[in-house]
């Protein structure tokens, strides 16, 4: 369960704030993934890491900014961010894309 | 992109019985296709997963095949026990093209 850790794993911020989450991954993989998890919805994939380079950006508002500065890190700079932000991401990470991914406890995220 | 639909989205089930959770995909590039389990407040956990050159694979309980032709794979628990209550969602893959279903919500019934 410590294999990938995420902070904060609250985290409630105005419209107007910015604020980073931090994602951490202990087991060597190469890729990282950011994810968006909302009520009644699938698991949005955001952002893909591999080799800390991004392979995929699934369309996702430029408010989301993602940097990589190793194979362990992986953060997600918030800005101005919209209510309807307000969701579960999770964090995750694997050893190339066709092997298990192991997910990070989620950061949940409340904007006002 | 790839998409995946899943169905049904809610599965109530007796304790002992079998359940049955099926999805689609319509990238026929994908390649490995992964079932997680997420129990309440807690993150996504692989179960099992199955690759395009297998059709059938199993684990004790829990079994997944897979139609590449019809682009559709399942996945079987038999004999339920309270503990497989979760949310389960399946995913399909192409390289970095990674996409899940929208999850089945499974209750298995005392």
């Known amino acids: 369960e410590t294999g990938v850790t995420q902070t904060p794993r609250h985290l409630v911020m105005g419209m107007t704030n910015k604020k980073s989450l931090k994602c951490e991954q202990h087991?060597?993989?190469?890729?990282m993934y950011w994810y968006k998890q909302s009520a009644k919805k699938p698991l949005e994939l955001m952002f893909v890491?591999?080799?800390?380079?991004?392979?995929e950006n699934n369309s996702v508002p430029s408010r989301f900014s993602p940097e990589c500065p190793n194979s362990s890190h992986l953060f997600l700079h918030l800005h101005t961010l919209q209510p309807e932000d307000s969701a579960l991401y999770l964090c995750?990470?694997?050893?190339?894309?066709?092997?298990?991914?192991?997910f990070g406890p989620g950061t949940r995220l409340t904007v006002t | 992109g790839e998409n995946v639909e899943q169905h049904p989205s809610t599965l109530s089930v007796q304790e002992g019985d079998s359940a049955v959770i099926k999805c689609t995909y319509s990238?026929?590039?994908?390649?490995?296709f992964p079932w997680y389990k997420q129990e309440l407040g807690k993150r996504p956990q692989l179960i099992i997963d199955i690759r395009s050159n297998v059709g059938e694979k199993k684990d004790q309980r829990i079994a997944v095949t897979l139609n590449k032709t019809a682009k559709h794979f399942s996945l079987h628990i038999t004999e339920t026990q309270p503990e497989d209550s979760a949310v389960y969602f399946c995913a399909a893959i192409n390289d970095y093209k990674l996409s899940f279903g929208a999850g089945t919500t499974v209750t298995v019934r005392a």
């Open positions: 990238d026929s590039a994908s390649n490995y």
């Open positions: 890491y591999s080799l800390e380079e991004r392979v």
């Open positions: 995750a990470s694997s050893q190339d894309s066709d092997y298990e991914q192991y």
């Open positions: 087991l060597g993989h190469n890729a």
